[in-house]
């Protein structure tokens, strides 16, 4: 019967003739998890944020809704009740939703100004990494053009 080649040796051999530097995986990793923990830091204080406008609003809704389910001496006492209460609600979805505007731009800067921040430290380290190949290359260069 055929039995199956062990490829492991194959792959350790090819893999270990190729160099490469595994602490810049690392680091990138290390880059990459603390982004991701800026990220999620920005948005757990939006959800935060707004369920304490959504908890506001709720009681607040709660509060006006009690006047219209007290007892009135005249019919018309129940539309003015009922259009107080109307003029009330549309007045705190003005409120709320501005303030839920509010966090939604302060999350957008947040995460704008972490992206930037990102891509400014993985420029830097490439530039850093293009110039350290560079010096490699010139000085093999010049070794290999001094040998002949």
């Known amino acids: 019967m055929a039995k ?3 490829f ?7 893999m270990s003739s190729m160099p490469m530097d595994m602490s810049k995986m690392q680091d990138a990793f290390k880059a990459q998890t603390a982004l991701g923990e800026k990220m999620t830091k920005v948005a757990l204080e939006a959800a935060e944020k707004s369920t304490d406008i959504s ?7 709660l509060g006006k809704f009690g006047a219209l389910a007290n007892t009135k001496n005249e019919p018309a006492d129940y539309a ?6 109307a003029s009330a609600s549309a007045e705190m ?7 839920f505007a509010e966090v939604a731009k302060k999350v957008q800067m947040d995460t704008v100004e972490l ?19 560079t010096e490699e ?12």
């Open 4 to 6: 199956t080649q062990d």
């Open 8 to 14: 492991t040796k194959m792959m350790q051999d090819m």
């Open 55 to 61: 908890s506001k609003w709720t009681k607040d809704t």
């Open 80 to 85: 003015k009740a009922m259009s107080d209460f």
């Open 93 to 99: 979805a003005a409120e709320n939703l501005a303030a």
């Open 115 to 133: 992206m930037l921040s990102a891509g400014k430290e993985m420029t830097d380290e490439t530039t850093a990494a293009m110039k350290k190949a």
């Open 137 to 148: 290359v010139t000085a093999v260069t010049k070794k290999a053009a001094a040998a002949k």
